[in-house]
């Protein structure tokens, strides 16, 4: 969980604007939504002129009939006013959330069509931020930024004006306080973003330590250092109280000044109004309006500069966003499918590194042929690009050079949907989702029938899975029952079973095995691999035994093919990597 | 999350409750659900832990608290104060100018109401900044606490809790405590404060005017009441539903390898518009809410200024109240209703604090289930001996994992542990280790009960390796030396030359210096291992414990741990744990558990030369597994 800076690409207001079609459906939404509040704006500043009226008129020249017909005035606008909110509110509410649920929904979409080599290097988190905060951020804006941006200064213009022909000293006065308050609540705004980001990131830290505290307890326990993590973690909560305090003492500055402000105004007001009214160049009526008016102001001119902050805020949410809308998909499926698919796997004279380091080639000029229903295991040493090769048959990642054919047909030129059917991985690390156990197996045939899902687990010795509180309805993965690596393991194999592959790839898959587990699985794989070709990477003898031949993958190209005895016997690298046994000396056992 | 051994307590045993019919299918079924059900109804209430908590908290503050809320009284006269002085300055700074040009009252007005402003203005600064320190620090005590209190708990607790909760208590609920102190708490007080002082002073200004604005107060009352209740159990929505989609995004994308290898995307994308349009319904009706109640307010505001309006004009033209009174209603009643608005924002920060509180508190109660001695027995040196001395054990009452262990393994010995899956033999390396204590019988080292020792001397001198090789961030020098933080620099590369592992490290970009977090992803589960035996051997304790440490390595690291492992392991006592005999070769001594019991029990040699017995059939099926 540990944040990596990343820079954020340049915003501007274009990016906001590239955006707009999301509101296209919303559009008379947000024209109701106008009106509304351009409507609740005239009867904010109507109210109070109505009460001067009634006092400077009724009140002052003894007109008792006067008074009714101008309080039941004030009464209808300010329910009408009400109204007016309700409206705003209601409306926007459905738009904006619409916008921001459309947004994420295609930020979705996009991400899952984009290939491994963009997933390598963004950590969820930061891809998380970006379905999370930034759209908040491009949905407050869009739905009250923006809308109170034109409102405020519209409502600070018209007040203004009114102030200024009542009586047009104090207007001035009032005129003239309004920008260096937008200028100081936009500087505080933007220094609150700051303080508020370091916040969030030292609080991300922590998080990281107390992550290590759990996941890690059992080793932290084994060594007895419960102190010296407690330790780290204090430091680490210490940082953040101070960063915290920074905060504190900024929103104190500022929330004291903005509260302070509107005291001064009326003092100000005071002072002038009623020497003003003393003198007769106003009435106390229009005093008693002036003040109403001025405090209905300390709210839009103080918000303007919080809102100014806002859109720039979500114009850099805008701009990380279109950074993973404009990144195009670099895996993109081809148009041809096989119609009667027999599953002849080739690799001819195959390349590869991977994208963020592609100068250090992990494949060099690998070839390979898996004939219809061969298995052919691939051994070698770790970091000799077992997985790489794997992960080039259903197009994770593509060859730089070379290709890979499947019947024939380059495998960029297939259909991706067709061509991931045709082959499934069963990965040496499997990736379960907190769903039901059901769904994790299903996971690529979701139509399976239950007879369908019994031999599948029947071949992986995943049995286990009735036994769960709810049998295959009970959730696993991180949200729920935790399994063993080995329990994980084989639903990933029954997984990748389930889909009756042409082309089985298993990815070190039996691992975390118990000898006797893996046997059983073993015995049960056979019936599966008599009739499929596979490319099982083995690290382990008794996986090789599985296959019709064995290919020696070393530093990025296969040295050796052939068969299991013959490359034992013949080639010292492969002994090193397979045989127990190497040093029959050093083994007591076996000597006696 | 860790991998459960699948000895722990955590397998299930018999269904619990039945599923409920309006969870959707493909999320399936947790116990955590009942958990999250449970805390649930935790929420909003301020329980007796949460309550002591508090209190144990505040109570070195007392006096600060007391000063705080002498400053808040001030800053709120104050500030109600300003009206009132509009008010006089209308009705008696008016009438000396008009008169004879007489501008001394109202500058005594404007004067007193510089001094107030002013007054507010700095007891604002000191109680913002003083109750926002008070806040962190008690914020930073209930962290210290907690992550201590975990840290004090046993396994046992961690493996039933599950780390993700253990992340979550320390993360989202602490947060939840931060943002109420950082926005609620102030707003809180000031909301009640204004309340309260404006409605005495509306009475003070005119009772008659006074009552009629106050009638407003039951609507108020029943709104805010009405509004409270609603968006609470809304909020709590809204939170669900969020961490679905939160959920669901992150393991799509953290397992996207297998989501498109699996051409999972459709299907993905079905579930995630589920889950989107559920959160963007439960967002709508939590902004439904809000729309109902601000205009509400607002409503019930401009009725009560409306009305004010026609019963002061009428008393106005009476004479029975001035045009300053009713200015200062005006702004009364402004100040009144402005407050309610913002209430709506901060009672759902106090609701799930509140909730997050109980739940620390719940947790800090909980007991340590291997308590520290009262009375430690001091060890100077280890030996080594350990000695199960009829240990009975089992994590379900009534299900003895080890009906009667009776073993001594002498200092010095490699003993091997060799049986099936559930035969006990994590569960004995758990034991000697202190992680569980045994329900009957006692376990021994060099002749001192565990339960005697002080759980830094059991540490430093019992060490476990498990296959389960978790780095922490930081160094790959950090790593090594986390068993013995003041090792030099040679120890660590004598450690990690002795275990064969100094090669790759070196090899690595930074070498030593290579930060785990950014390229520990890089390092294969072998060479992981490799640095958890190079901490465990720099440790240098004298009993070591390896439950299936070399499971995960191929057969190139496996025979160089194997190597290593003589040097590792002499002079000092150690229990293996394997699957794959060639690591239990090695051993001084095999024992062979089922059941919970020693069914053999001899040297590796003298086992496979009776020819037969269970470890004479497993070494057979070894040696045939290796072709």
Redo the contacts between chains.
Sequence with gaps: MSTIPVSDPPAGVHSLWRLRGYLRPYVPALVVMAAAAVGAVALSIAIPLVTRALIDGPITDRDVSGVLPLGLLALALGVLEAVLVWVRRWVQSNAVLGLETDLRRDLYARLQELSMGFHSHWQSGQLLSRATTDLSAIRRFSGFGLLFLVINILQLTVVTIVLLTMYWPLGLVVALAAVPIIWLSMRFEKAYVVVSRRVQDEQGDLATHAEEGAVGIRVIKSFGRSEHVSRRYEEAARRLQATSMDKVRLSARFWTFLEVIPNLAVVVVLLLGAIGVGRGALTPGELVAFITLLLSLVWPVSSLGVILAMAQEAMTAAARILEIFDTEPDIVGGTRTIAEPRGHLRFERVDFAFPDAPDEPVLRGVDLDLRPGETVAVVGATGAGKTALTALVPRLHDVTAGRVTLDGVDVRELDLGHLRRLVATAFEEPTLFSMSARENVTLGRADASDEDVESALQVAQAGFVHDLPWGLDTRIGEQGMALSGGQRQRLALARAVLVRPEVLVLDDTLSALDVHTEKLVEQALASVLGSTTALVVAHRASTVMLADKVALLQGGTITHVGQHRELLETVPAYRELLAADADPAEVPGVVA | ??????ESP?S?Q???SP?SPERS????????DDVEARERELAGRLGSGSRRLLGELLRPYKRAVQLLVLVVVVENAA?LS?PY??KE??DT??????RD?D?VP??T??GI??V??LT??VA??VF??RS??I???L??EV??RV??H???LS?AF?DDY???R??SR??SDV?AI?EML?TGFDGLVTAALTLIGTAGLLLFLDVELGLVALLCGPFLAWLTNWFRKASADSYRRTREK?AL???H?????????????????P???EI??DV??Q??AA??HA??L???F???I??I???T???V??YG??L??HGDVT?GV??AF??YL?AFFEPMMEISQFYNTFQSASAALEKLAGVLDEEPGVPEPTDPVPVREARGEVRFDHVVFEYAPGRPVLPDLDLVVPAGQTLALVG??GAGKTTLAKLA?R?YDPVAGRVLLDGTDVRRLS??D???HV??????N?L??GTIADNIR??K?DATMEEVVGATTALGAHDFIAALPDGYETDV??RGGRL????RQLV?FA?AFL?DPAVLILDEAT??L??????MV??ALRTVLAGRTAVIIA????T???ADRVIVMEHGRIVEDGS??EL??GGEGRYSDL?D???A???
């Design positions: 999350m860790s991998a459960q051994s699948p955590q299930p018999s269904p619990q599923q299918s493909w999320r399936g079924v947790a116990e955590v500030r300003i002085l509009v300055g209308i700074g008016i009438a000396p100018i008009r040009d501008l109202l500058l007005i404007v109401m510089l107030a402003t507010q203005a604002r600064q913002l900044v926002g320190r806040g962190q620090d914020l930073l962290r210290r992550f201590r975990f840290q004090a396994p961690h599950t780390s993700g253990v992340i320390q993360t947060d931060y950082e969020v989609v939160i959920v995004f992150v393991e799509s994308m953290g397992g996207i390898r297998a989501v498109q290898a699996f051409r999972r995307e299907r993905n994308q995630f518009d989107n349009d959160y963007r967002n709508l902004f439904r809000v729309a109902w601000m205009p509400g607002r409503l505001g401009n009725v200024i409306g009305v309006l026609l004009g009428y106005a033209f045009v009713l200015a005006l702004l402004r099936t899956t280790t992680f759980s830094a059991l540490r430093e060490v476990m390796v498990t296959q389960e978790y922490f961030s986390f068993g933080p977090a950014n294969s589960a072998g060479q958890a901490r440790a499971s995960s191929d057969i190139p690291s496996e025979r194997q190597r699957h794959r005999l060639s239990v070769e090695i590796p040699a496979v030369a070494h099926a070894w040696l597994s290796l072709a």
